[in-house]
């Protein structure tokens, strides 16, 4: 039986893949972090149309589950949840940073390379990589973590800032996971720190007892 994984991530833009057993079907990707709900499911769609393939023909749900910012980040990782459930796929989180990894030390196994992402307020998400292992996964050394750019030492590795994770190496990843008996991330957000944007605790008093007059 084929190994399909629909994979999902908008850890940073919004980025959709169909992989079957380890090639790449269908890709959408835009670096926009803007529109990660408006278009989110379209591309979905889209990707399973292109690459030939039915919701209840899909496996399994790789799932980006950051590092990223709290909004668009819960976009990604609740169409993948609700996919998966309603598909009866089994679901794979996975840290997004080890997709864009992957892409650039595939051709390269054995370099160090230093990943970061826009974490916002003038931060970055880093994580440090030594190579690939035997089964062609990431070795993550260090991170993810939050720095300020520039407060990591990246000597003698190589480097990217990403705008985007490719949901295709992220499906690929899993794929390699899969099949050499890896373990995935539990279900819960890499958010690194709390939201921009946190929920009120209710009325001040005042206006409180000005609604009971």
């Known amino acids: 039986m084929s190994c399909v994984i ?3 991530d908008t850890s ?3 980025s959709i893949a169909v992989v079957v057993d380890g090639v790449v079907k269908a890709h959408r990707s835009t670096p926009d972090t803007m529109r990660h709900a408006e278009i989110v499911g379209s591309y979905i769609n889209e990707t399973l149309t292109e690459a030939g393939i039915t919701a209840s023909e899909v496996s399994h749900v790789a799932a980006g589950m950051g590092p990223g910012p709290f909004t668009g980040l819960r976009v990604g990782i609740a169409a993948a949840d609700a996919f998966a459930f309603g598909a009866g796929a089994i ?3 996975m840290n997004s ?3 864009i990894a992957l892409e650039h030390l595939d051709g390269d196994r054995g370099n160090n390379l230093v990943v970061t992402t826009d974490a ?8 440090f990589y030594n190579g690939l292992d035997d089964d062609g996964c990431p070795v993550r050394n260090y991170g993810p973590a939050i720095q300020k750019p520039g407060e990591f030492d990246a000597a003698e590795s190589g480097y990217v800032r ?3 994770v490719s949901a295709a190496w992220l499906g690929v990843l899993a ?4 099949g050499a008996g890896r373990e995935f991330l539990p279900f819960e957000a890499l958010y690194l720190r709390s939201p921009d944007v946190t929920m009120s ?3 001040k008093r005042v206006v409180q007892e000005g609604r009971t007059k």
């Not at 916002?120 to 994580?127: A, D, I, L, N, Q």
């Open 6 to 8: 629909l994979a999902v």
């Open 12 to 14: 940073a833009g919004t």
């Open 91 to 93: 679901l794979l989180p």
């Open 97 to 99: 940073h080890d997709a």
């Open 120 to 127: 916002r307020r003038k931060e970055e998400y880093v994580s």
């Open 162 to 164: 990403a705008e985007e």
């Open 175 to 178: 794929q390699r996971m899969l």
């Open 201 to 203: 605790n209710g009325p």
